[in-house]
């Protein structure tokens, strides 16, 4: 059996759909995953702010960087001081011509950081990368490399599945338990402060046993697969009960956003 190589995986990926869609849900077409992209705008900007954190002279760090969807975002909320780092050479050779005042690496969170110096961040965000790391041992690696990256204080914003149930695995996503993760967050010093969801109903329902929630994202994803056309009319009808569903929710049914801060 051939071993999964995530930095190959993830330049192939991109070099063939460098945006929203080549990021996100691959087969639900650009504008469906244009709609999904605006829920995590929201949802994120939503509990940063909520914080009340002065983020101008914050030192943040953006792990997974991609097209910049998040560096955007810390940069909307204020924030100037923005490194960031991700597996690839297409993304980060983007994202320099993007953003030629902030730093970018071609890193993996997993093994060598030595690039980024010996300055501890106020903030590391990690959003839909972690559950990409299939290997147990590199994903407490990652984690425990993030804690060593905070200051005491500082905060770990990021998403995952937290599975309820027993892990679900798959070539290049493994989505953990819940349990499994906060033993791993709380042996790296990292508590957890708050955990609320980034989908309801426009992502999918790997954290339930509803019947209806599986059905509801079958027949939608069915629907949307039908082309582009079909994916702009779903994800605007959604979105409006998404963004309600997301702000009063404490528990969702998938992918959920986590704070965590390190103690100590």
């Given amino acids: 059996m051939s071993v999964f190589d995530p930095r190959a995986y993830w330049e192939n990926r ?29 949802v994120f900007l939503r509990r940063m702010r909520a914080l009340g954190r002065d983020f101008r002279e914050a030192a943040i760090l953006d792990i997974g960087s991609g097209t910049g969807f998040y560096i955007e975002r810390w940069l909307e909320l204020g924030a100037r001081k923005i490194v960031g780092i991700d597996l690839t050479e297409v993304a980060v050779g983007n994202l320099r011509g993007r953003y030629p005042d902030l730093r970018f690496h071609r890193l993996d969170i997993t093994g060598d950081l030595q690039a980024l110096g010996r300055e ?63 033993s791993i967050l709380s042996a790296s010093r990292l508590r957890v402060v708050e955990r609320r969801p980034m989908f309801y109903l426009m992502n999918a329902p790997v954290d339930t046993e509803s019947r209806f929630l599986k059905t509801f994202w079958a027949r939608l994803t069915g629907l949307v697969e039908r082309g582009e056309l079909a994916g702009t009319a779903i994800g605007g009808l959604l979105y409006p009960l998404e963004l309600a569903l997301t702000r009063f929710a404490r528990e969702g049914p998938g992918t959920e956003m986590m704070i965590c801060e390190k103690v100590g």
Avoid at 16 to 35: E, F, I, Q, T
């Fill in 120 to 182: 501890p961040f106020d903030f590391v965000s990690a959003f839909d990368v972690l559950f990409h790391v299939v290997e147990d041992a590199a994903y407490e690696r990652a984690i425990g490399q993030v804690a060593a990256l905070l200051k005491p204080g500082g905060l770990f914003v990021w998403s995952d599945n937290y599975l309820h149930g027993p892990t679900q695995r798959g070539v290049h996503h493994v989505s953990r338990s819940l349990a499994e993760i906060e």
């Fill in 14 to 42: 991109l070099e063939k759909a460098y945006g929203p869609h080549g990021v996100g849900y691959l087969g639900l077409g650009r504008h469906y995953n244009d709609w999904l992209y605006k829920v995590r705008r929201v």
